[in-house]
């Protein structure tokens, strides 16, 4: 079975300063993996996948994650936090096998202070 | 490009009522996804179509819940009766499918459901 771990439920970071939300994964098999972001009263809006190759993905925004399989992590980080990246940040895996459908993580409410 | 429309934006309703979702997803899209995310939670998938057919409806409460895509585009989801904790945000989400599961899923922006 699949799962998603962020083992923070808030992160808070001073603006200009880097961030970090952490996701690690559980999957049988290769996984794809996805970093959504949320806004208030908002859909979940798509930042950045990893599907193979460079273990370094960039995103929207400046966003980047790193796909880290012997940790089964795939953090997501920015060097210079921005008060607009306020949001709720989502976590998700899918395995490559037919039929699997995406699992999402509880997700992480990121606070940037100005 | 268009985005994915949901309507309504809002709804209020009494338990044992029922209530209808509706979702448009982006042009040429094939597959289309519900959600369920409850607050505080991630988004769970309820069910999903390929074009008019569905791929996995495993964690849909097929007792109360519905859904269809007729002609492969528009699709409805039902909740009939629904029960207080069914208050959620119900997401629709759609995809092209070009490159199978690896694909890249777009949200709408959400019905957001209180049962009373």
């Known amino acids: 079975a699949q799962s998603v771990a962020q083992p923070e439920d808030q992160v808070n970071v001073a603006e200009g300063n880097p961030l970090t939300v952490k996701c690690t994964y559980s999957?049988?098999?290769?996984?794809?993996l996805f970093w959504y972001v949320q806004y208030p009263n908002r859909g979940l809006q798509f930042l950045l996948k990893y599907i193979t190759g460079d273990n370094l993905v960039k995103g929207s925004y400046g966003f980047e994650a790193e796909f880290n399989k012997s940790q089964t992590s795939f953090h997501l980080k920015k060097p210079s936090a921005l008060v607009s990246d306020s949001a709720l940040y989502f976590c998700a895996v899918r395995s490559k096998g037919y039929g699997q459908n995406f699992v999402f993580g509880p997700g992480t409410r990121l606070s940037v202070l100005p | 490009e268009a985005g994915v429309a949901q309507s309504p934006r809002y709804k209020i309703i009494e338990k044992r009522q029922s209530v209808a979702f509706w979702c448009n997803p982006i042009s040429g899209h094939a597959t289309l996804y519900w959600y369920q995310q409850i607050l505080g939670q991630g988004p769970k998938l309820l069910i999903q179509?390929?074009?008019?057919?569905?791929?996995?409806d495993s964690q849909l409460p097929k007792d109360r819940f519905s859904a269809e895509r007729l002609k492969g585009v528009d699709s409805t989801l039902k909740i009939q009766p629904a029960k207080l904790e069914d208050s959620a945000v119900y997401l629709c989400?759609?995809?092209?499918?070009?490159?199978?599961?690896?694909?890249?899923?777009?949200f709408g922006p959400g019905t957001r459901l209180l049962v009373l």
């Open positions: 989400a759609s995809s092209s499918h070009q490159r199978g599961a690896g694909e890249t899923q777009y």
């Open positions: 999957v049988s098999g290769n996984p794809y």
């Open positions: 179509f390929q074009n008019n057919g569905v791929v996995d």
